[in-house]
């Protein structure tokens, strides 16, 4: 079945860019998503992008998508402590299944 | 922005309780789910509905069962509490079929459950 595989802690200085990876198996994979998870509260989306896309920016958010290695990252530009959180990978595997399947989630510490 | 609402929030039982735990949306979205999550962070899927009358099983076994008879309402419901049922549940919905992405999951805040 579907994989998606993260590293499970990152640790950066407040001010530094983080870069949370994943790797996912499913090449028909049509949308692939990043979500926040911050202490006792439910996941939040933070960003996707489509599979024939590259890169997509948002503010201080970069996705990089290389289909061909099946990996996908984040980068969090000028991180800040409220960017301390869970994030997790996932990917809608298209062919009419609407069940997204998550990575385990990266917990991302900043520090001062 | 999304309206996904879980109640309780936090619930602490003894061993043996019925007990079933609540999510609805006003979105009308079609499409619900429930997630178990571990202390570990890991999302399990335990259950999920395409539509009214129509639920199914996820991934993880469960000892728990759901119903979806209107719409915007999906419980979850353990007929007898265990301590190994001891988790974070995530109720969660989409919609794929009004111009939005594809498989959108939008979570409710969660019910953190404890099974004395």
């Known amino acids: 079945g579907e994989d998606v595989e993260q590293s499970l802690f990152l640790s950066v200085r407040e001010g530094d860019s983080s870069v949370i990876n994943c790797t996912y198996t499913d090449s028909s994979s049509t949308y692939l998503y990043w979500y926040k998870q911050e202490p006792g509260a439910g996941l939040q989306l933070l960003t996707y992008?489509?599979?024939?896309?590259d890169m997509k920016q948002d503010q201080r958010l970069t996705v990089l998508l290389n289909k061909k290695d099946k990996h996908l990252s984040l980068r969090i530009a000028d991180t800040q402590t409220g960017d301390s959180a869970i994030y997790f990978c996932?990917?809608?595997?298209?062919?009419?299944?609407?069940?997204?399947?998550f990575g385990r989630g990266t917990s991302l510490i900043v520090h001062p | 922005e999304a309206d996904i609402y879980q109640t309780p929030r936090y619930l602490v039982i003894g061993t043996g309780k019925k007990i079933t735990l609540e999510c609805s949306q006003t979105m009308g979205h079609d499409k619900m789910y429930w997630y178990q999550q571990d202390p570990g962070m890991e999302l399990h899927l335990i259950h999920y509905s395409y539509g009214v009358n129509s639920t199914e099983k996820g991934d993880l076994s469960s000892e728990s069962t759901v119903s979806r008879i209107r719409t915007e309402h999906f419980p979850l419901t353990l007929e007898s509490a265990r301590p190994s049922h001891t988790s974070q549940y995530l109720c969660a919905s989409s919609d794929g079929s009004r111009g939005e992405v594809t498989d959108t999951q939008y979570f409710g805040p969660g019910t953190r459950l404890t099974v004395l």
């Open positions: 992008i489509f599979s024939n896309m």
């Open positions: 996932a990917e809608s595997p298209g062919g009419g299944s609407y069940i997204p399947t």
